[in-house]
Protein backbone atom coordinates (compact mmCIF):
# COMPACT_ATOMS: atom_id res chain seq x y z
CA UNK A 1 0.00 0.00 0.00
CA UNK A 2 1.31 3.20 -1.13
CA UNK A 3 2.17 5.88 2.03
CA UNK A 4 4.07 9.09 1.62
CA UNK A 5 6.60 9.98 3.69
CA UNK A 6 6.89 13.52 5.67
CA UNK A 7 10.26 14.57 7.41
CA UNK A 8 11.96 18.03 7.61
CA UNK A 9 9.59 19.30 10.40
CA UNK A 10 11.16 20.74 13.73
CA UNK A 11 11.28 23.31 16.88
CA UNK A 12 11.84 26.50 15.37
CA UNK A 13 11.35 30.60 16.04
CA UNK A 14 9.72 32.77 14.83
CA UNK A 15 11.31 33.71 10.99
CA UNK A 16 12.69 30.68 10.24
CA UNK A 17 13.02 28.23 7.93
CA UNK A 18 12.83 24.63 6.94
CA UNK A 19 12.50 22.35 4.31
CA UNK A 20 10.08 20.20 4.04
CA UNK A 21 9.80 16.42 2.03
CA UNK A 22 7.38 14.28 0.78
CA UNK A 23 8.72 10.86 -0.20
CA UNK A 24 7.18 8.39 -2.00
CA UNK A 25 9.26 5.18 -2.01
CA UNK A 26 8.59 3.11 -5.41
CA UNK A 27 5.55 5.22 -6.47
CA UNK A 28 6.24 7.68 -9.26
CA UNK A 29 4.65 10.78 -8.79
CA UNK A 30 4.03 11.38 -12.32
CA UNK A 31 0.54 12.43 -13.09
CA UNK A 32 -0.39 13.64 -9.98
CA UNK A 33 -1.12 16.97 -8.27
CA UNK A 34 0.56 16.73 -5.51
CA UNK A 35 -0.64 18.79 -2.02
CA UNK A 36 1.06 19.80 1.11
CA UNK A 37 -1.77 19.70 4.13
CA UNK A 38 -1.13 20.92 7.81
CA UNK A 39 -3.55 20.32 10.80
CA UNK A 40 -3.25 22.46 13.69
CA UNK A 41 -4.63 21.00 17.44
CA UNK A 42 -8.19 21.55 17.79
CA UNK A 43 -8.63 22.42 13.62
CA UNK A 44 -9.62 21.04 11.23
CA UNK A 45 -7.00 20.35 8.36
CA UNK A 46 -6.61 22.85 5.90
CA UNK A 47 -4.65 23.34 2.34
CA UNK A 48 -1.15 25.16 2.36
CA UNK A 49 0.14 24.49 -1.55
CA UNK A 50 -0.56 22.36 -4.24
CA UNK A 51 1.48 21.63 -7.87
CA UNK A 52 0.62 20.29 -10.70
CA UNK A 53 2.04 17.82 -12.97
CA UNK A 54 1.08 18.71 -15.81
CA UNK A 55 2.51 22.17 -16.16
CA UNK A 56 4.29 22.84 -12.70
CA UNK A 57 1.82 25.64 -11.86
CA UNK A 58 1.08 26.10 -8.20
CA UNK A 59 -1.29 27.15 -5.78
CA UNK A 60 -0.73 29.10 -2.23
CA UNK A 61 -3.34 29.55 0.71
CA UNK A 62 -3.60 33.13 1.09
CA UNK A 63 -1.86 32.25 4.87
CA UNK A 64 0.82 31.20 3.18
CA UNK A 65 1.29 32.80 -0.15
CA UNK A 66 5.02 35.00 -0.77
CA UNK A 67 6.17 32.80 2.31
CA UNK A 68 6.04 28.96 1.01
CA UNK A 69 7.57 27.56 -2.07
CA UNK A 70 6.16 24.35 -3.41
CA UNK A 71 8.28 22.36 -5.35
CA UNK A 72 8.30 18.57 -7.20
CA UNK A 73 11.23 15.93 -8.57
CA UNK A 74 9.61 13.36 -10.65
CA UNK A 75 12.93 11.59 -11.21
CA UNK A 76 13.42 11.31 -7.21
CA UNK A 77 9.76 10.96 -6.27
CA UNK A 78 9.91 13.89 -4.03
CA UNK A 79 8.22 16.62 -3.23
CA UNK A 80 9.08 19.45 -1.17
CA UNK A 81 7.87 22.50 0.72
CA UNK A 82 9.81 25.16 1.70
CA UNK A 83 8.68 27.48 4.86
CA UNK A 84 9.93 30.46 5.37
CA UNK A 85 9.26 33.23 7.43
CA UNK A 86 7.73 30.94 9.92
CA UNK A 87 5.08 32.33 12.47
CA UNK A 88 3.14 30.67 15.81
CA UNK A 89 -0.04 30.45 13.09
CA UNK A 90 2.02 27.83 11.32
CA UNK A 91 2.52 25.22 13.87
CA UNK A 92 1.00 22.13 12.78
CA UNK A 93 1.72 18.78 11.36
CA UNK A 94 2.52 18.87 7.89
CA UNK A 95 1.19 16.45 5.50
CA UNK A 96 1.67 15.62 1.47
CA UNK A 97 -0.95 13.95 -0.33
CA UNK A 98 -1.46 12.69 -4.17
CA UNK A 99 -4.61 13.67 -6.04
CA UNK A 100 -5.42 10.73 -7.83
CA UNK A 101 -8.13 13.05 -10.35
CA UNK A 102 -6.00 15.69 -11.50
CA UNK A 103 -2.66 16.28 -13.09
CA UNK A 104 -3.71 20.45 -13.02
CA UNK A 105 -4.01 21.84 -9.05
CA UNK A 106 -7.18 23.86 -8.57
CA UNK A 107 -7.32 25.15 -5.38
CA UNK A 108 -7.41 21.94 -2.98
CA UNK A 109 -10.66 20.22 -5.20
CA UNK A 110 -10.37 16.61 -5.92
CA UNK A 111 -9.32 13.24 -4.14
CA UNK A 112 -6.30 13.37 -2.12
CA UNK A 113 -4.72 9.99 -1.08
CA UNK A 114 -1.63 8.34 0.06
CA UNK A 115 -1.06 10.47 3.15
CA UNK A 116 1.83 9.85 5.06
CA UNK A 117 2.24 10.27 8.97
CA UNK A 118 3.13 14.36 8.86
CA UNK A 119 6.07 16.12 10.27
CA UNK A 120 5.82 18.27 12.96
CA UNK A 121 5.96 22.02 12.65
CA UNK A 122 6.66 24.23 16.02
CA UNK A 123 7.22 27.48 15.61
CA UNK A 124 7.68 29.23 19.24
CA UNK A 125 9.84 31.37 20.78
Known amino acids: QVQFVESGGGLVQPGSSLRLSCAAPGFSLDYYAIGWFRQAPGKEREGVSC????????YYADSVKGRFTISRDNTKNTAYLQVSNLKPEDTAVYYCAANIERRRCNRFWGTWQYWGQGTQVTVSS
Open 51 to 58: ISDSDDST
